[in-house]
């Protein structure tokens, strides 16, 4: 059964970077899913889809946050992390880590747990 | 960007009441690559229905979806007491993948 993990600060100030890790066991993170997934919902609201990168290290992101989103693969580590720049109050969220079912059109079937970044000086 | 819509926003039923819910797109869906995700407080949302009418591994069959194009329904059959949540949909056919903005359903 694969599983997935978030880490990373809880509190970042504006202007600076979000960088969250997610780390996947019962897997491997480059030959059981290919494309790796990151989400996110602010307090009261929906699901966005921020990105997902394939195992190679290819991100495809959502064009409002492409500019600031950067993303990487660490298979050593089993690991990919989500990079976000210049963030404001609106990126508070809780952020989930998931994984495409085979292909990139696929649906997220595997989802960490969440984790909360507040954006707050 | 596909938009979805949901509804209704919040669905108020008792346990063994059949729950159905709407979610329309802007545009059409390709290939029906629409599924649906039950979210509870605290938890990672699990998928339920992928590819618009296939079940997930170990999802009972009390949960059903069905639609095609710009129109999908899921459906409850018999609510049971671990099914009140939030339940949102989401197009995977095209980028940027977009999610519905969710139905609650909550004990009536």
């Known amino acids: 059964q694969l599983q997935l993990q978030e880490s990373g600060p809880g509190l970042v100030k504006p202007s600076e970077t979000l960088s969250l890790t997610c780390t996947v066991s019962?897997?491997?993170?480059?030959?059981?899913?290919?494309?790796w997934g990151w989400i996110r919902q602010p307090p009261g609201k929906g699901l966005e889809w921020i990105a997902s990168?394939?195992?190679?290290?290819?991100?495809y992101s959502k064009p409002s946050l492409k500019s600031r989103v950067s993303t990487s693969v660490d298979a050593s580590k089993n690991q990919f992390s989500l990079n976000l720049t210049s963030v404001t109050a609106t990126d508070t969220a809780v952020y989930y880590c998931?994984?495409?079912?085979?292909?990139?059109?696929?649906?997220?079937?595997?989802w960490g747990q969440g984790t909360l970044v507040t954006v707050s000086s | 960007e596909i938009v979805l819509t949901q509804s209704p926003g919040t669905l108020s039923l008792s346990p063994g009441e059949r729950a159905t819910l709407s979610c329309r797109a802007s545009?059409?869906?390709?290939?029906?690559?629409l599924a649906w995700y039950q979210h509870k407080p605290g938890q990672a949302p699990r998928v339920l229905i992928y590819?618009?009418?296939t079940r997930a591994t170990g999802i009972p069959d009390r949960f059903s979806g069905s639609g095609s194009g710009t129109d999908f329904t899921l459906t409850i059959s018999r609510l049971e007491p671990e099914d009140f949540a939030v339940y949102y949909c989401q197009q995977y056919g095209s980028t940027p993948f977009t999610f519905g903005p969710g139905t609650k359903v909550d004990i009536k």
């Open positions: 590819g618009a009418s």
């Open positions: 019962g897997g491997s993170i480059s030959s059981t899913h290919y494309y």
């Open positions: 990168i394939y195992y190679s290290g290819s991100t």
């Open positions: 998931a994984t495409h079912r085979s292909g990139y059109y696929d649906d997220f079937d595997y």
């Open positions: 545009q059409s869906v390709s290939s029906s690559y």
